[in-house]
T-cell receptor, first 115, second 110 residues
Framework: DTAVSQTPKYLVTQMGNDKSIKCEQNLGHDTMYWYKQDSKKFLKIMFSYNNKELIINETVPNRFSPKSPDKAHLNLHINSLELGDSAVYFC??????????????FGSGTRLTVV | GENVEQHPSTLSVQEGDSAVIKCTYSDSASNYFPWYKQELGKRPQLIIDIRSNVGEKKDQRIAVTLNKTAKHFSLHITETQPEDSAVYFCAASGTYKYIFGTGTRLKVLA
């Protein structure tokens, strides 16, 4: 009955590889997000989508390509991984339009380690 | 630009004491202010929120206050317990996203 599920939970990979993280929500929310949490715990927005449409790309390198096949799914593909990409990536969803007055529900996070 | 400052970065209190975390936001258009609790290795979870038409909201041991004129909002936890130990994030609604504060690591000492 997980509301927002991400896979995989852990990802260890070498520099230069390409990897994907998947996210699915069963809450019927219209909006989904990707946030990056670095080692200092800062939560930084990467992308927001509303009904499959990209709303925000917050100056993320184009090595990161989100894809939303439908409003319940938002996947993140990363090309040519770099050491600085190591972080925890959180997917989240919310009702209404991005930035509205409904709280986020976060996924459990994907800890990406690039070696 | 849109920015949220959060203080303190770490806070240690004795069990049973109160804890207060303060945030300041920059965007006068922000109208929604959620607070999240993140336990070690877990996801952030919404614990309380407040909308701009309300000055204070309480839910059992936690309360949030909002001063729109000063662009300040605060989280108050009373009668702290060891299970309150976590990182707490404030956030303010921005343009198509929430802007998060930098987090406060709260330690409740038994």
């Amino acid at each position: 009955d997980t509301a927002v599920s991400q896979t995989p939970k852990y990802l260890v990979t070498q520099m230069g590889n390409d990897k994907s993280i998947k996210c699915e929500q069963n809450l019927g929310h219209d909006t989904m997000y990707w946030y990056k949490q670095d080692s200092k715990k800062f939560l930084k927005i990467m992308f927001s989508y509303n009904n499959k449409e990209l709303i925000i790309n917050e100056t993320v390198p184009n090595r990161f390509s989100p894809k939303s096949p439908d409003k319940a799914h938002l996947n993140l593909h990363i090309n040519s991984l770099e050491l600085g990409d190591s972080a925890v990536y959180f997917c989240a969803s919310s009702r209404g339009y991005p930035g509205g007055d409904y709280g986020y529900t976060f996924g459990s996070g994907t800890r990406l380690t690039v070696v | 630009g849109e920015n949220v400052e959060q203080h303190p970065s770490t806070l240690s209190v004795q069990e049973g004491d109160s804890a207060v975390i303060k945030c300041t936001y920059s965007d006068s258009a922000s109208n929604y202010f959620p607070w999240y609790k993140q336990e070690l290795g877990k996801r952030p979870q919404l614990i309380i929120d407040i909308r701009s038409n309300v000055g204070e909201k309480k839910d059992q041991r936690i309360a949030v206050t909002l001063n729109k004129t000063a662009k300040h909002f605060s989280l108050h936890i009373t009668e702290t317990q060891p299970e309150d130990s976590a990182v707490y994030f404030c956030a303010a609604s921005g343009t198509y996203k929430y802007i998060f504060g930098t987090g406060t690591r709260l330690k409740v000492l038994a």
